[in-house]
């Protein structure tokens, strides 16, 4: 049975799976130097993380590709002209590329730690910068962008497709129409306002109902402090929809006095030890959450917590 | 040390140095970037300001491109998101960061000038990327937003301002309004493209006549390669109701960070330097990827006597 399978029956059975912690401020409180997503500088360092997130116990474990994508270096130039006039000579090529290595460190992860099991969820973030639902792009565009980074992923081997921080609901149809192309199940996670609701200030229980009418293999809820992640939680299973997932940041987003698209650095985490997260994590868990993991911030302790401490079964 | 020296200079038609990067000076010293290193790493800050003081810059310019209240702010969908999930401090970063910025080159000066006369100019730049004229804010809250950066500056006790890399006529404006309103006096510094004009379409003839009546104590073109500089030059000394300058990059943007190549060793940019200084240029520096080297290049070409 193939990774997918096997979650997709685990899920149909009404058990939960863990999926894994935060990537960049991991990567970043490692004091990996954020360019290129740490891919080209420090390939080593981004397996090893996957591979403490496999031995943490996470069943799915994600690609380092969060808006890994054209734009990323695009946006920094005037335009394509200017990109190539003044640009490092690979800037249009190595997005791609870059994914393609993402998603090998995961496998070569997965193989090294020796779990075959594990599904590889490849990561596919907002366009533009995931807390600015103004800034999304329109939607035929943005399908046929996000329709190079899903079949990229795919072809390099992942076996499913996370959206993730969706910000509007039709950035996220779009994506999803998109994903679903390369045959793969799709996950959609929407990223939360103050509010509650979408970022965009969609309402989220619409959202989850759209996305999941289109064929999303299942809702979760993503970047947002625990309280938030907790109540939007409530909203989903009320909905009686299922599978539904959720992983909450924790610590305060502290970017950079520069300009760049997501620089994820999180600070004051302390106050969310694993323990205290895992007592938030029982509480998702309780109200029907069964794809539970860790957003920004949180690191191979905090999976190992929710691997120890969650209820093996419903 | 006022501006006084430095006006005085250039109204006698003599060659005024500013100095070489320093964001990508910190990547070559192998710092990370990101925060503009002032509190994590203020002693290289430091260091690099006084090794172009020592190169023989006579303008040193604070590392503070980019630290407005909207560079944090950019990064949430709004305040209130800002105040949700983001860093306590957030709202006030940037404010704290320009004074560290504004300190670490004042102390760099009183360590290292040995008595000459060395201005600090207060590095700004557009409230957007600097590459992206299609996301500038309307003049009226740029003028505002400028006023408020500014007066941080003011306070803090730089010379001149230094408004670089400026992608549109109506920014510059926009900044020169709100510097003279704080009587600093300023330059202004254009990004050209590849065919000598601005980012937008615009010409600098009609950038020129736009600034004139706001008396802008010089301008300047700066962070494109060295022969767009070069073609900017061409147009921009003949019109010029004030004294002009130019500061390149070389090397490769490669975001967030800096390729560096070997194309434009320092002697190699002070010749282009000289060629400059005949086409008109009196304020000679250098953009991303140059180096104290550069400078002190720079310096043996252009002051010999100094």
Known sequence: MSPAETLQRRLERGEWVLLDGALGTELVRRGVRWRDHGLRLAPGAVQALHEEYLLAGADVIRTNTFQLNRRLYLNVFRDRAHMRRIGAPDLEERPVRLLEQAVALARAARARVGRPEVAIAGVIGPLEHCFRPDLAPPATVARAEHAEIAQTLAGAGVDLLLLESMNTLAEAMAALAAARETGLPVWVSFVLGPEGDLLSGEPLAQAAQRVRREGAAAVLVNCAPPADIGRAVGVLAALGMRPIGAFAHIGRFDPPSWKFEFYPQFTGTEEWPPERYLAAARAWQAAGAQIIGGCCGTTPDHIRALRAGLEAAP | ?306
Do not use: K
Not at chain 2, 76 to 94: N, Q, S, V, Y
Not at chain 2, 217 to 244: F, K, M, Q, S
């Open chain 2, 1 to 306: 040390m006022s501006y006084e020296a430095i006006r005085e200079r250039l109204a006698r038609g003599e060659t005024v140095l500013l100095d070489g990067a320093i964001g990508t000076e910190i990547l070559r010293r192998q710092v990370s970037w990101a925060d503009h290193q002032l509190q994590r790493r203020p002693e290289v800050v430091q260091a690099i300001h006084r090794d172009y003081i020592l190169a023989g810059a006579d303008v040193i310019t604070t590392n503070t491109f980019q630290l407005t209240r909207r560079s944090f702010l950019n990064h949430f969908r709004d305040l209130a998101h800002l105040r949700h999930i983001g860093a306590p401090d957030l709202e006030t970063r940037w404010r704290d960061l320009i004074r560290a910025g504004v300190r670490l080159a004042q102390a760099a000066r009183a360590a290292a000038a040995g008595g000459r006369p060395v201005a600090i100019a207060g590095s700004l730049t557009t409230l957007e990327w600097c590459f992206r004229p299609d996301l500038a804010p309307s003049p009226a809250a740029a003028e505002a937003e400028y006023r408020e950066t500014m007066a941080v500056f003011a306070e803090a006790g730089v010379d001149l301002l230094l408004i670089e890399t400026v992608n549109a006529i109506r920014e510059a404006v926009a900044a020169a309004r709100a510097a003279r309103s704080l009587g600093l006096p300023y330059w202004v510094s254009f990004v050209p493209d590849e065919e000598g004009r601005l980012f937008t379409g615009e010409t600098l003839a009609e950038a020129v006549q736009a600034l004139a009546p706001l008396a802008p104590e010089a301008l300047l073109l700066n962070c494109a390669p060295p022969e767009d500089i070069t073609r900017g030059l061409a147009v921009l000394a003949p019109v010029a109701p004030c004294p002009v300058g130019v500061y390149p990059h070389i090397g490769r943007f490669d975001p967030p960070e800096w390729l560096f190549t070997d194309e434009y060793p320092p002697e190699r940019y002070a010749a282009l330097g000289q060629q400059w200084r005949a086409m008109g240029a009196r304020i000679l520096g250098g953009c991303c990827g140059t180096t104290p080297d550069h400078i002190a290049a720079l310096h043996r070409r252009l002051r010999p006597t100094a």
